[in-house]
C-alpha cells in the first residue's frame, strides 16, 4: 500500500473543510432539535388522543361486554361534558 501523494492529501482536506463549512453552528443546530423534539411531542399527545377517542367510542357501541360498553360511555359522556 503506497502512501497518498501530497496533492490527494490537500484535495481530501480541502473536500472536507467545505463539507465542515456546509453545516450549521451549533445554535441552529439546537433550535432544529428543539423543532423536532416539540413536534414530536405534539404529534404523540394528539395521536394517543385520537386513538383513545376512537377506543372509547366503539367499546361505547359494544354490547356484547356491557360492563366495559357502560364505562366506555361514561367516559364519553364526562368528555362531552366538558367541552
Known amino acids: 500500500m503506497s502512501a497518498p501523494d501530497t496533492e490527494e492529501l490537500v484535495a481530501a482536506v480541502e473536500a472536507l473543510r467545505r463539507e465542515l463549512a456546509r453545516r450549521p453552528?451549533?445554535?441552529?443546530?439546537?433550535?432544529?432539535?428543539?423543532?423536532?423534539?416539540?413536534?414530536f411531542g405534539l404529534g404523540t399527545a394528539l395521536g394517543a388522543s385520537l386513538l383513545v377517542s376512537v377506543l372509547g367510542w366503539w367499546l361505547a357501541r359494544l354490547e356484547i361486554l356491557p360492563i366495559v360498553g357502560e364505562w366506555a360511555a361514561e367516559i364519553l359522556r364526562e368528555?362531552?361534558?366538558r367541552r
Open 25 to 39: 453552528g451549533p445554535i441552529a443546530t439546537l433550535g432544529w432539535q428543539l423543532a423536532r423534539g416539540l413536534a
Open 79 to 81: 368528555i362531552e361534558s
